[in-house]
T-cell receptor, first 111, second 114 residues
Framework: GDSVTQMEGPVTLSEEAFLTINCTYT??????LFWYVQYPGEGLQLLLK?????DKGSNKGFEATYRKETTSFHLEKGSVQVSDSAVYFC??????????FGKGTTLSVSS | NAGVTQTPKFQVLKTGQSMTLQCAQD?????MSWYRQDPGMGLRLIHY???????DQGEVPNGYNVSRSTTEDFPLRLLSAAPSQTSVYFC?????????????FGPGTRLTVT
């Protein structure tokens, strides 16, 4: 069945460092891909999405490109801030409505 | 517009007790779902519904019941709580269908079963 694999955390960075969180997927057909973010004590919020190959999703300085050839959707940000500390989830949506999530990657940014 | 609301925020149960976690949304979304979040496991789908009167099982449905009598509400029932059900539970809603609609999540219910 469909699945999402993302890099294990935690990821610890200093402020203004470059961030990459890897995400790869297995799916039949052409799923839509998402990154959700969970701040401490809160529910998940959509960060960005891409619906077809070579689409780039972007929001709040974060970017991810849908790469069909490598079945990947890596999350990047050029300069992280302390306020970016959160748990990041990669997810896919296949033929149905349900989202399939990766296990989450915890990011901690220190000043 | 409150979005997705969940009650209670915290709950402690003894093994064998039953309870209902409440979820409501005011966005007229057809699709609603329940996830549990456990350390190192991500979010796993328990049950979902694509409209009033229609529910289906997700990845981890055992020990849980749902019903959908209205578009707005989607309660999750624990029939006989077990320590393995200690988790954080999230309700989510979205428009239904094949488009990449955003799912909106509630703030979660943290459940401890002793």
């Amino acid at each position: 069945g469909d699945s999402v694999t993302q890099m294990e955390g935690p990821v610890t960075l200093s402020e203004e460092a470059f961030l990459t969180i890897n995400c790869t997927y297995t799916a039949t057909g052409y799923p839509s891909l998402f990154w959700y973010v969970q701040y401490p004590g809160e529910g998940l919020q959509l960060l960005l999405k891409a619906t077809k190959a070579d689409d780039k999703g972007s929001n709040k300085g974060f970017e991810a490109t849908y790469r069909k050839e490598t079945t990947s959707f890596h999350l990047e940000k050029g300069s992280v801030q302390v306020s970016d500390s959160a748990v990041y989830f990669c997810a896919l949506k296949g033929a149905g409505t349900a989202l399939i999530f990766g296990k989450g990657t915890t990011l901690s940014v220190s000043s | 517009n409150a979005g997705v609301t969940q009650t209670p925020k915290f709950q402690v149960l003894k093994t064998g007790q039953s309870m209902t976690l409440q979820c409501a949304q005011d966005m007229n979304h057809e699709y609603m779902s329940w996830y549990r979040q456990d350390p190192g496991m991500g979010l796993r789908l328990i049950h979902y519904s694509v409209g009033a009167g229609i529910t289906d099982q997700g990845e981890v449905p055992n020990g849980y019941n749902v019903s959908r009598s209205t578009t707005e509400d989607f309660p999750l029932r624990l029939l006989s709580a077990a320590p393995s059900q200690t988790s954080v539970y999230f309700c989510a809603s979205s428009l239904a269908g094949t488009e990449a609609y955003e799912q909106y999540f509630g703030p979660g219910t943290r459940l401890t079963v002793t």
